[in-house]
């Protein structure tokens, strides 16, 4: 492997984070249209800049995939959101680094716990969520079960 990717913390809303998100909410509304009634955008880059986490990872200098943390109102708990890799770069493990990077940044703001949502026509993402130890659950928070919806977490500290 290449190591030519760099992970840094970014402002969601630079040019780099905006392009991202773009990409993946352009993406899930092509993979799951009938799910229109669930945004795909409970959080806003506002939002995600006040948590304070959100990675841009950079292959070669070239914004290449990004993820964030979102509070929750359940105690020692955030949730992942706007975990994307662009597809030229899949396959470099660059989500499992991504990954990494929030599960340190939880640990440094007190999380014990962390959710996502995926979905089930995102087969390599579920495999990245499982190989990295996050296991399947119910619905949280705003979040509710449908068939478009895979929810996961994993406590820290846990492999």
Known sequence: MNDDVVLAMEDPRGAAGAALIGELTELLGALYPEDSDEIAVPWTVDDIARAGAFVVARAGGEP???????????????????????????????????LAALEAAAQARGAQVLMLRCGPRQPEALKVYER????????????????????????????
């Open 132 to 159: 990295n130890g996050y296991v399947r659950r119910e619905p949280f928070a705003h979040h509710r079960a449908h068939p478009t919806n895979v929810f996961y977490e994993k406590r820290l500290g846990s492999r």
């Open 64 to 98: 290449a995939g990004c993820a964030g943390l979102a509070p929750m109102a359940l105690e020692r708990t955030l949730e992942i959101v706007r975990m994307y890799v662009r597809p030229g770069f899949r396959g470099r493990r660059i989500a499992d680094r991504l």
